[in-house]
C-alpha cells in the first residue's frame, strides 16, 4: 500500500472488510453479539508489534492495552481500567504482559535521552534499571545490556500486574486467572515465554525468583 494519503487507509479497509466477509459471511455479526475473548495484551505501542498479528488472533480474540514501553503502574487508571474490565466483566484467562527487544523506550531510558513528557513516563523504566543496578552489572555486557533490561522489565511489570486489587481479588475469588511475561524478537518475529507464569499470589514470590536467577545464568553464558 503506497503511503502518504489518508484515503488509501479507508480503501484498505473496505478491502479487508470485504475479505473478511468473503472468508465468512457472519463474521463480523457473530462480533456484534458476543465479545468473549479470553486474553488480555498489555503490550508496547511501537507499530512493529501488533498484538493480534504476531500472535495469529482475529478480532474478538484479544483484548488489548498497548502503552510505550508496556508499563504497568499502580495509578494508571487507563491501564487498570482495561484490566478491570477484562478479568471482571469479560473473565479473561490470561493475561500477557508482552516487551520486546529492541525497545525505543526502553534504550532512550537506558540511554537517559531527554525526549520531553515521555520521560516521566520512562522514569519507571529507570527504576527497574536502578532496582537491578547489580543484577545488570555483575551479569550482562554491555551489548546485551537493553535486551536484559527488556526482560527484566517484563518481568517487573508482571508482578506489578499480580498485585493489582483486580488480579489479587480474581485470585481470591478462585477465578481461574494466570499472568504470563513474554518479550517479542522483531528480528525473527518470535516469542520469548520468560517463564514467569503466576496463577496465584502464593506462587508470585518463588517464580519470580526463579524468573531472575534463569535470567542472569542465561546472560552470563552459563544456561
Ligand atoms: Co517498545
Given amino acids: 500500500m503506497p503511503l502518504g494519503s489518508i484515503h488509501n487507509l479507508i480503501d484498505s479497509n473496505r478491502r479487508w472488510a470485504f475479505r ?3 472468508q465468512d459471511s457472519a463474521f463480523f455479526q457473530r ?3 458476543q465479545h468473549t475473548p479470553e486474553y488480555l495484551w498489555i503490550g508496547c505501542s511501537d507499530s512493529r508489534v501488533p498484538a493480534n498479528e504476531i500472535v495469529g488472533l482475529l478480532p474478538g480474540e484479544l483484548f488489548v492495552h498497548r502503552n510505550v514501553a508496556n508499563v504497568v503502574i499502580h495509578t494508571d487508571l487507563n491501564c487498570l481500567s482495561v484490566m478491570q474490565y477484562a478479568v471482571e466483566v469479560l473473565k479473561v484467562k490470561h493475561i500477557i504482559v508482552c516487551g520486546h527487544y529492541g525497545c525505543g523506550g526502553i534504550e532512550a531510558a537506558l540511554e537517559n535521552k531527554k ?3 515521555i520521560d516521566n513516563w520512562l522514569r519507571h523504566v529507570q ?3 536502578q532496582k537491578h543496578q547489580q543484577r545488570l552489572a555483575e551479569n550482562l555486557s554491555e551489548k546485551i545490556m537493553p535486551d536484559a533490561l527488556c526482560e527484566l522489565h517484563v518481568i517487573e511489570q508482571v508482578v506489578n500486574v499480580c498485585r493489582t486489587t483486580i488480579v489479587r481479588e480474581a485470585w481470591e475469588r478462585e477465578q481461574n486467572l ?3 511475561g513474554w518479550v517479542y524478537s522483531l528480528q525473527d ?3 520469548k515465554d520468560l517463564e514467569i507464569s503466576v496463577a496465584g499470589i502464593k506462587e508470585l514470590d518463588s517464580t519470580y525468583e526463579t524468573a531472575l536467577d534463569r535470567l542472569s545464568a542465561c546472560s552470563a553464558g552459563t544456561a
Fill in 20 to 22: 473478511m466477509t468473503q
Fill in 31 to 33: 462480533l456484534v453479539n
Fill in 115 to 117: 525526549l520531553g513528557l
Fill in 127 to 129: 527504576d527497574v534499571q
Fill in 178 to 180: 494466570t499472568v504470563h
Fill in 189 to 191: 518475529g518470535l516469542v
